[in-house]
């Protein structure tokens, strides 16, 4: 049968500008005033302490990954670190699947692991979504009426599978 995998990290320009930014806001007060600082206990510990937060991000975010397989047994997903495991949904369980355009920020107030968001309408959001990047995504929909998005860069593939197990594993449903 076939299998579509995917493997996808925070890897934006942006993000590092930020984290470079941030970097340089810490670095540059500390060569104006070192004298200063280096004689205060306190900024002291205070700039070692955002100094190992920034490096403790910048870590975090590079082990972000979000890993994405379609097989004959289902769909399976593992946003890591967040899951220790990996995450199946059974063809059983899905009622329809497809690749759709999203708007992150609209949607699921942005990228990452997201939940179940209450808009301003009163409304539940669009289920929960795991994505990295971009604003193409994998929607499934569950029998229990639940949904999920996971985020894809290669939609045109993902939709492929989608249909070739769509066919064999969804008949019954449409």
């Not at 579509?4 to 500008?17: A, C, G, H, S, V």
């Not at 970097?23 to 955002?50: F, G, H, R, W, Y």
């Amino acid at each position: 049968m076939k299998i579509f995998t995917e493997k996808q990290k925070f890897n934006q320009w942006w993000l590092y500008i930020i984290i470079g930014a941030s970097l340089l806001a810490m670095i540059i007060p500390v060569v104006i005033n070192s004298d200063e600082i280096l004689q205060d206990k306190v900024a002291k510990i205070a700039l070692s302490i955002s100094f190992l937060l920034t490096i403790a991000a910048i870590f975090i975010i590079r082990m972000i990954t979000l890993h994405t397989r379609i097989d004959e047994k289902g769909i399976h997903y593992r946003f890591t670190p967040f899951h220790r495991k990996q995450y199946q949904i059974a063809w059983k369980d899905i009622s329809n699947v497809y690749v759709r355009k999203y708007n992150a920020i609209s949607e699921y107030g942005g990228w990452g692991y997201r939940g179940n968001i209450l808009r301003s309408s009163g409304k539940v959001s669009n289920g929960k979504a795991f994505n990295i990047r971009g604003n193409q995504g994998i929607q499934i929909e569950l029998t229990n009426g639940k949904k999920m998005l996971i985020g894809t860069q290669k939609a045109v593939e993902a939709q492929r599978i989608l249909d070739a197990y769509q066919s064999k594993f969804l008949k019954t449903t449409e």
